[in-house]
Nanobody
Framework: QVQLVESGGGLVQPGGSLRLSCATSEIRFSIYTMGWYRQAPGKQRESVASITPSGRTNYVDSVKGRCTISRDNAKNTVYLHLNSLKPEDTAVYYC?????????WGQGTQVTVSS
């Protein structure tokens, strides 16, 4: 059973920062493209960022310049650094395997941006 385990969410004030982590141990992590998604209340889940095994990254327009996805293959972990957070960034954030298999999702971690 493949598990992706997210951590690092929480309550943060507008303008603050968070680092989300997603760790796994049951896949050859280094060959996977990994993605972060989020789902806000009443909205569809959306892709936030992705990173290939070689480190190529992609971001949704709404987080460009405020968000950095990175990975540590030695730790089988992908990170999402969120900066200059806005109330509209409030959502449950999920990590997901993208390629070569798009099957696996984490359980999600809540990010709440509020004063």
């Amino acid at each position: 059973q493949v598990q992706l385990v997210e951590s690092g969410g929480g309550l943060v004030q507008p303008g603050g920062s968070l680092r989300l982590s997603c760790a796994t141990s049951e896949i050859r992590f280094s060959i996977y493209t990994m993605g972060w998604y989020r789902q806000a209340p009443g909205k569809q889940r959306e892709s936030v960022a992705s990173i290939t095994p070689s480190g190529r990254t992609n971001y949704v327009d709404s987080v460009k310049g405020r968000c950095t996805i990175s990975r540590d293959n030695a730790k089988n972990t992908v990170y999402l650094h969120l900066n200059s957070l806005k109330p509209e960034d409030t959502a449950v954030y999920y990590c997901k395997t993208e390629f070569p298999s798009a099957l696996y999702w984490g359980q999600g971690t809540q990010v709440t941006v509020s004063s």
